[in-house]
């Protein structure tokens, strides 16, 4: 291909060509941006570092578009762009490649380049790219100064007085600047745009100033990430008029097949340079067994976003775990109980799991009043699917009652509960049975002798054993006896996560009626199963396990 017919070629959907309003492109200039790269710049980091930067296809497309188009006043026709790109593409390397130029190579004098992230410490990742490019230069070396003392992140340019400098994305941080330039790392952390219009802001007196955003995916939902992604998609798609803007925008569709080479193609320009196809096919192996972790995949290696309140698990893989033994033949079996105690009105679950056949049942315990407030409960009630408490409340008394009949019909290893409601219960669950106590009708000072283990309703002890129960429900290990309440809850459960990608089930909202408490059980049940059979106790202050 020649170099005409390569810089005519779109980049990422969008046409460079499409509507310039008057500006022109000079390859000239192009090609000297493209050139800066290899001939003043290296590789900082992998096996590279130190080489020199030689630009791959799509990252020339970007660098020679950004500094070869010019307006008739002479000035750069580009003033923002946005990359939106997954991690392992070298984008904050090619930022820092970009800042260097705009920092000390654009006949700017006393030029003032900013990049922003969320911390300092993020934003040292670029600043320590560019620092390392310009050591590795003996020229760049000798005239910028560099830092003196690990606080300080100032690189100084003594030929032309600029400065290029990382800080805190703050508002208050870019007020009173003169910005030539900004480079806002991992757009997505922004709390909100104020930093970037603050930036855009300081850059009023400046001839040709320049704004990058780069970042990948956004959680969903409305923030300052997700509506710059929908601008850069309009612009792409001219459905807005923008000529300043550069909207470079790798990602995949959810209709694209997650596991096709071509689709992890698609969203990565430098798959085979920066990571092998290998390394894609590996992590999508790995990952993709659990939603959560297809989910993960989607977004940190193809830049798609997971949808608001998505389902757990699709509910054909539920109907197929269905047993084909009846619950009546499990009787005497080893089997680990656990309790979602509701608050006042709620549902109560005590979930009974049995690990040597992956099976698992549930029973439900709710208040009258709530069952004749609502009409599916009560038929449920018909049907015998929930048992029925007379009290406003459900009482600590019902439960062990419950509890107690399932220890005669099983061999009860352990309980797990939830610390926060039923601490005094499960106190009372763990003392010792005494057969003269009970037979004087002094139920209250006989326990049932059944271990009790506290979990806490937390990501860092729910993620684990939410993982486990998702790939035996997927791989079809997991056994449950048909109950309508229980599939019901299952169809209501969503997932959330924290910033460490931990995950729990949750409700669509907190406040919806539509319960999962038997399927939290599952979870719990789960977890202690596999403390039982895996782990030595610890205490639980420690988030561990431990006999109360």
């Known amino acids: 291909m020649t170099r005409r017919a390569f810089w005519k070629k779109p980049l990422a959907g969008f046409d460079f060509w499409a509507a310039p309003d008057g500006a022109r492109f000079y390859p000239a200039l192009a090609e000297w941006a493209v050139e800066f790269f290899p001939r003043e710049l290296t590789f900082t980091t992998g096996r590279w570092a130190g080489l020199p930067f030689e630009l791959q296809p799509w990252q020339q497309q970007l660098v020679g578009h950004a500094f070869g188009w010019l307006r008739p006043d002479g000035t750069r026709r580009f003033r923002r762009i946005f990359l939106y790109i997954p991690r392992k593409n070298g984008k904050t390397e090619l930022a820092a490649g970009i800042g260097i130029i705009l920092f000390c190579a654009d006949d700017e004098p006393a030029a003032e380049v900013y990049c922003g992230a969320l911390t300092v410490n993020q934003g040292n990742i670029f600043f320590g790219k560019a620092k390392k490019m310009v050591r590795n230069n003996p020229r760049l070396r000798e005239r910028i100064k560099p830092p003196k003392g690990r606080t300080c992140r100032t690189l100084f340019d003594e030929d032309t007085d600029s400065i290029l400098q990382v800080l805190a994305a703050d508002e208050e941080a870019a007020q009173g600047f003169n910005a030539h330039a900004g480079v806002i790392d991992e757009l997505h952390t922004q709390r909100d745009g104020g930093f970037a219009g603050a930036l855009a802001e300081s850059m009023g007196a400046r001839l040709q100033p320049m704004l990058i955003e780069i970042t990948t995916a956004a959680d969903p939902g409305e923030n300052y990430c997700n509506s710059e992604l929908d601008y850069a998609e309009q612009v792409r798609d001219r459905k807005i008029d923008d000529p300043t803007f550069m909207p470079i925008i790798f990602k995949a569709e959810e209709s694209d097949d997650p596991g096709d080479p071509a689709t992890w193609r698609k969203a990565n320009p430098s798959i085979g340079v920066t990571e092998p196809e290998s390394y894609y096919r590996d992590n999508y192996r790995k990952m993709s067994k659990t939603a959560s972790g297809l989910a993960r995949f989607k977004k940190y290696f193809l830049n798609c976003q997971t949808p608001l309140n998505a389902a757990w698990i699709e509910q054909t893989y539920w109907d197929a775990c269905e047993a084909e033994f009846p619950l009546e033949s499990l009787a005497g079996q080893r089997c680990i109980l656990a309790v979602d105690r509701s608050s006042v009105s709620d549902i109560t679950a005590i979930g009974a799991y049995f690990p040597e056949q992956c099976a698992f049942h549930c029973e439900f315990i709710v208040p009258r009043a709530t069952a004749e407030e609502n009409i599916v409960y009560e038929q449920w009630l018909k049907q015998k699917l929930i048992r029925i408490s007379e009290a406003a409340a459900i009482t600590d008394e019902e439960v ?149």
């Not at 057969?435 to 979990?455: H, Q, R």
């Not at 059980?521 to 977890?527: H, I, N, S, Y």
């Open 400 to 548: 062990f009652d419950v509890l107690a009949e399932v220890v005669e019909r099983y061999e009860v290893e352990g309980m797990g509960y939830d610390p926060w409601r039923m601490t005094a219960l499960a106190q009372w669950v763990q003392k010792p049975r005494d057969p003269e106590k009970e037979a004087a009708g002094l139920y209250a000072e006989s326990g049932l002798g059944i271990k009790c283990i506290p979990v806490g309703q937390n990501f860092r002890e729910m993620s684990e054993p939410t993982n486990k129960l998702e790939i035996m429900i997927r791989t079809a290990k997991f056994r449950h006896f048909g109950h309508p309440v229980l599939r019901w809850m299952f169809k209501n459960v969503r997932v959330a996560k924290d910033h460490k990608e931990n995950i729990k089930l949750v409700k669509e909202t907190p406040t919806s009626p539509k319960k999962i408490d038997g399927i939290i059980t599952a979870v719990m049940a789960t977890k202690i199963a596999y403390a039982v059979q895996n782990e030595t106790p610890k205490p639980f202050s420690t988030g561990g396990i431990e006999w109360i």
